[in-house]
């Protein structure tokens, strides 16, 4: 979610969402999630589960230190990449931390008393079928709306805009070998950052303060030894002195030297793959490519090679730009300055894990990519882009 909020007129801008793959466990672990939307279908309670779900009482908003370095750890995330590929850093801002963590528990408080079939992670608003758990009758409520959060709290750089970000994963081990929210916040924020309409948040050129809340839960309904919920909110903003910065030139995510991307993208909401009849949870795409040229009014991208070095062979790409924009006409829309190119994963057979060894689990791990491309800019020049990048661990 990005907002811009200023003084006279305080307006949503954009709205994102994603319940996205954090990390992966054993060939028996089973790391589930779910794309969360305005109609979404939440995973269902087991019917053969025995145990005995109370309520989530914790009100207080102070994280635990295991959840606390989480946090911390997908700040840095998002910040290295940022700076990896030439924009400033982001600065820890307490007060984003706390409106971060605040609405962190809401959702956490959601998902660990009921299992609902609509909710929207970036609101607080009340839902019908789960009313005692959601709206003000949640101990964690501080507003509907992002914006209302961000007034409630008195947010004085709210005005130069502010975005929100929210990565949510269920994990199953059936050993009962679960792990810390401090191991999988890496994952979620590199999820993110494989997320084209979440990358494009992330990488504003004005973003300079960051807040994250990170916490963890037991999903109700489902048997608490063998099962872990994690709720991962960032927002970011800019400031008075940063909020016009720009790039110059072409700015590229991943950019040269970029290295541990995840392998690929099982969700995002909305959806960049719309329309194709792709289901992105069963046939993912690798790691995709932002291309932003600010100083441009149109760009178009061709000749396009997505090269893998090791196995020197080529990974089919499509292109996401406003000429195929799923979402025109929306607030997701794509501006003409600014592309994605896909890598499409689906004969790469890059699976670690044995019970997936012929499924598609995008680009391959620890291996070095070779993207080049033209550009041509506003219809009359074209420049030659090429960088090489490294993916991490497959993330099954």
Known sequence: MTLKLPEKNLAVIILLT???????????????????SSEPTAPAASSDDTSTDKPDDQTNNVASDNEAQAALIASNTFSLARTSCG??????DTALDNIAIQHAKYIKHVFANSTPTTFSPHYENMIADIANVTGDNNPFFRGVSFTDRLLQAKY???????????????????AGNIIGSDTVAGSMAKSLLAAPYHLRSLMLPGSSLTGTGMVTYKPFGKDRANNQGYVLVNHASATQATKDNTV????????????????????ETPSPVKGTGRDLQTDPIGQPIYV??????????????????????DVPIEILDYRQDPHKN?????????????????????CTSTSKKDANCGLH????????????????????????????AVNN
């Not at 620890?366 to 074209?382: E, G, H």
């Open 18 to 36: 994603a319940f996205l793959t954090a990390c992966g466990g054993g060939e028996d672990s089973d790391n589930s999630a779910k794309e969360v």
């Open 87 to 92: 924009l400033g850093g982001l600065s820890a």
């Open 156 to 174: 004085g750089n709210a005005r130069y805009g502010v975005t929100e970000n929210i990565a949510q994963s269920v994990y199953y081990s059936s």
């Open 248 to 267: 110059a030139g072409i700015f590229t995510y991943p950019c040269q030297g970029v290295s541990g991307t995840v392998t690929a993208l099982y969700n």
């Open 292 to 313: 932003s040229m600010p100083s441009a009014q149109t760009i178009d991208i061709s000749n396009v090679k997505f090269h893998d070095i090791q196995r020197n062979m």
């Open 330 to 350: 929306t607030i997701y829309e794509l501006p003409a300055n600014e592309a994605f190119i896909l890598p499409i994963t689906d004969n790469l057979k890059s």
């Open 365 to 392: 791990g620890n291996s070095d990519y070779r993207v080049s491309f033209d550009i041509l800019v506003d219809s009359k020049a074209t420049e030659r882009e090429s960088f090489t990048f490294k993916t991490g």
